[in-house]
């Protein structure tokens, strides 16, 4: 089974810069990927940003391309999503996830089986 546990939210002004932890433990897959999805109150689960661990390569919602950049530590078994510029509309709940989705799925929730609990991001001047 494997644990993902979140830190690094709070409450900033519009754009500030905040960076979210995403700590692995436990048993992961093999060619797993690893995302963050956030989650506004009463909304559905929202794509961010994605890692594919084989090869690396890197995928993000259109409206955080070049302000947000996610990435892993091997050694500290650790995601991060570094987030710059925050705007009002970044608000939400950060959750991290972890699965095998198949390319055409990468941005939804039902690609991934493992959740964080999540941590909280306020943007708001």
């Known amino acids: 089974q494997v644990q993902l546990v979140e830190s690094g939210g709070g409450l900033v002004q519009p754009g500030d810069s905040l960076r979210l932890s995403c700590e692995v433990s436990?048993?992961?897959?093999?060619?797993?990927?690893m995302a963050w999805f956030r989650q506004a109150p009463g909304e559905e689960r929202d794509f961010v940003a994605a890692?594919?661990?084989?090869?690396?390569?890197?995928y993000y919602e259109d409206s955080v391309k070049g302000r947000f950049t996610i990435s892993r530590d091997n050694a500290k078994n650790t995601v991060y999503l570094e987030m710059n510029s925050l705007k009002v509309e970044d608000t939400g709940v950060y959750h991290c996830?972890?699965?095998?989705?198949?390319?055409?799925?990468?941005?939804?929730?039902?690609?991934?089986?493992?959740w964080g609990q999540g941590t909280q991001v306020t943007v708001s001047s």
């Open positions: 436990g048993r992961t897959y093999n060619g797993y990927t």
């Open positions: 996830a972890i699965g095998v989705p198949i390319l055409s799925a990468i941005r939804s929730s039902r690609g991934y089986r493992d």
């Open positions: 890692y594919r661990s084989n090869g690396g390569r890197t």
